[in-house]
């Protein structure tokens, strides 16, 4: 199955380092980054609003550990949002390259 992660971070150069890692080491198919969000959320006691960069992470159900250790590894941020859906419909040829990207 193909999974969609959601991941964000705190700069272009995080999201570009994030992005190239886990392609190049196969544990995603695809990183689609999208700049200049906002992200309003709760921290530290104090509601925070800071300008972060999203990544769009097209991976495997199989690869989803391994992705997921390499994110804690690499991201800067103590507790970094990563959270996925289940990929249950799109074009059979781009989820079959999908799978056959991710080793």
Do not use: R
Request: glycine share 2%; proline share 5%.
């Amino acid at each position: 199955m193909v999974k969609l992660f959601y991941c964000t971070t705190d700069s272009q150069s995080s999201a570009n380092e994030l992005a190239a890692s886990v392609v190049e080491q196969q544990l995603a198919a695809c990183v689609n980054i999208i700049p200049g969000i906002t992200s309003v959320y709760h921290w530290d006691n104090e509601i925070q609003h800071d300008q972060e960069w999203l990544l769009l992470i097209k991976t495997t159900d199989e690869m989803s550990e391994p992705l997921k250790d390499a994110i804690l590894k690499a991201h800067p941020y103590d507790s970094p949002e990563l959270i996925s859906v289940d990929v249950t419909d799109g074009l059979p040829d781009y989820l079959q390259w999908v799978q056959d990207t991710v080793k």
